[in-house]
């Protein structure tokens, strides 16, 4: 590719979308581009660095990473409330506010946070997913107090929490009973093959990470629902954007299936139980991080 072409590409689908508000901030290019680039480092250098360390993926580590998640959807609304100004320059802190620089600042202080609790840990007596929580917290307050003191109304922000929550509950049961229900209805209530699959759904869910891994993607779908249906914004990734000006509905349905089936193919390709929690807690994370993301902020008021 001559180099005037490729400086073209680059600029066209890496370059714009970070520094012109006019662009969209994501193209099937960038997506695949940012998406190969966490797989890999996830799979050749986050996994095997971590697994050395002895970091378990078990539900209570998830609960623990959760304020990290926390962190960095409330630092990524700090570029949509216009704190910092998105630049590709990595030596600018605007960098670290938008994909992909997000996430290399999100994880470098989640995998520090993580080593320091695992010496402190001893020293205090305490497991190390207890002080990895504490200073999740310490390091997520500070970032979300000044998201909320942008919340114009309290009021509105209640409301769209509970909105929120009540859609994933709703989106989340429905998926437990519903499925039960159609199994029956396509299979025959006595056929054995429907008792069968009744019966490894339900054992499917008594994996706490399949729990939240799904409840994740309930919480993106429902939370994009709501800030694309109820507030002015709109939806970055164009193939979610698609779906979207089809029937918004339908794209938590299609975010609840591919997730369901990721996670079956987890369970049944990968052996061993601590990467399976590792890509579990990856689909966690995808799930978590936008929608945390988008319920700040509407309930900051840039799209409203």
């Known amino acids: 590719m001559p180099l005037e072409m490729l400086s073209w590409f680059f600029n066209e689908f890496y370059i714009q979308p970070i520094i012109n508000p006019a662009v969209q901030g994501y193209n099937l290019v960038n997506t695949l581009t940012y998406g190969a680039i966490l797989l890999l480092l996830s799979i050749y250098v986050i996994y ?8 378990k993926f ?10 990290y998640v926390l962190f960095g959807s409330a630092l990524r609304v700090f570029e949509d409330m216009g704190i910092f100004q998105q630049t590709p320059n990595p030596l600018e802190i605007g960098f670290y506010t938008f ?9 470098a202080i989640t995998i520090a946070a993580l080593l320091i609790s695992k ?14 929580a504490v200073i999740g917290v310490l390091v997520a307050l500070p970032v979300l107090a000044i998201n909320f003191l942008e919340i114009a109304d309290p ?14 509950l709703l989106t989340y049961y429905g998926v437990i009973k519903g499925f039960p229900i159609v199994s029956g209805a396509l299979l025959g209530q006595d056929s054995m093959r429907h008792h069968n699959l009744r019966d490894s759904f339900r054992n499917f869910f008594i994996d706490k990470l399949n729990i939240l ?6 919480l993106d779908g429902s939370a994009t629902f709501i800030a694309t249906q109820f507030g002015s914004c709109g939806e970055q990734h164009p193939v979610s954007a698609a779906i979207i000006d089809i029937n918004p509905l339908s794209f938590i349905l299609i975010k609840i299936v591919i997730a369901l089936i990721i996670l079956y193919l987890i369970d049944k390709e990968i052996k061993d139980p601590n990467q399976k929690g590792f890509f579990k807690m990856i689909v966690i994370i995808l799930g978590m991080a936008p929608g945390l993301r988008d319920i700040i902020t509407v309930a900051v008021g840039t799209c409203l």
């Open 213 to 218: 891994a799904v409840a994740g993607q309930a």
């Open 155 to 168: 009021t509105n922000f209640i409301a769209i929490a509970m909105l929120t929550i009540g859609m994933v």
């Open 58 to 67: 078990s539900s209570k580590f998830i609960f623990a990473l959760l304020p």
């Open 99 to 107: 994909t992909p620089g997000i996430w290399f600042l999100t994880a």
């Open 119 to 132: 010496k402190l840990a001893k020293s205090l007596n305490q497991e190390y997913e207890t002080v990895f």
């Open 48 to 55: 095997p660095f971590l697994n050395r360390k002895g970091i």
